[in-house]
């Protein structure tokens, strides 16, 4: 099926004019699930899509590129992000790492014509589920939770122990699949990938004819706005 483009959503009649925005598409899941190769492979397959680089205090890891798969900012640079309130939602992990959604990656974005798409463990899924209008949320899972605990092996990006806090955090996470709009089972790239591009296809051409209110403005994201150089 084809799918609406974002600038035929941007020129509809009453969901998307008033504001110009286009919803907003939340892929969650545990780490380990696969689902940065599914969210890549399905940029590559619909470009409207395009990802929201998050905030993280992480370091980078090999072939990672600041603004591309995270803007890598300091403890502190994150800290005062907070503070000012730049950030949708945010996660601070058992690990020590703390990672966030800037609104003003979702402004620039729908402002665009474009379609965020966010990448976001479980809690930021449901809490963007509740304060964006409209916003679809996926949860990718593994097959098992073996295949799960070997797929994070195999990356080997982690420590030992924060594979440990990974696996525990992601046996946690399993629990809350139910409360997201679908779920994928990545057991096959391809077909997973299939299933995925459905769903955005699906829901691209039900937002065009709900009516405003259900896919609202997400001027929730524009609480507060700071001079922050992207
Ligand atoms: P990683 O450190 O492996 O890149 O990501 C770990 C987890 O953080 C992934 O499940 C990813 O979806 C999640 N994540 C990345 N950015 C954000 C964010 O901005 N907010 C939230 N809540 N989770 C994020």
Not at 55 to 67: D, L, P, Q
Request: glycine share 8%; proline share 4%; with cysteine.
């Amino acid at each position: 099926m084809a799918s609406p483009t974002a600038s035929e959503l941007s020129s509809l009649g009453s969901s998307t004019s008033r504001s110009g925005k286009t919803p907003v598409f939340v892929v969650t899941g545990t780490s380990g699930a696969g689902k940065g190769t599914l969210e890549k492979a399905l940029l590559t397959q619909m470009p409207d899509l395009e990802l929201a680089v998050s905030a993280t205090t992480r370091g980078r890891r090999e072939g990672e590129e600041n603004g591309r798969e995270y803007w890598f900012i300091t403890a502190e640079d994150f800290a005062e992000k907070v503070a000012a309130g730049d950030f949708l939602e945010y996660v601070d992990f058992p690990w020590g790492q703390r990672s966030g959604t800037l609104r003003s990656e979702i402004d620039r974005i729908q402002t665009e014509g474009r379609i965020p798409l966010l990448d976001l463990e479980p809690q930021g899924a449901l809490e963007v589920k509740r304060s964006v209008p409209g916003a679809v949320t996926i949860f990718v899972e593994a097959p098992s939770f073996a295949e799960n605990e070997r797929r994070l092996r195999e990356r080997a990006t982690e420590s030992e122990g924060e594979i440990e806090e990974r696996l525990d955090l992601a046996r946690e996470q399993l629990s809350q699949a139910g409360e997201f709009d679908y779920l994928v089972v990545n057991d096959d790239v391809d077909r997973a990938l299939t299933e995925l591009e459905e769903i955005v296809n699906k829901e691209l051409s039900a937002s065009m004819s709900r009516p405003w209110s259900t896919h609202a403005s997400t001027s929730c994201l524009n609480k507060s706005r700071s001079d922050t150089p992207w």
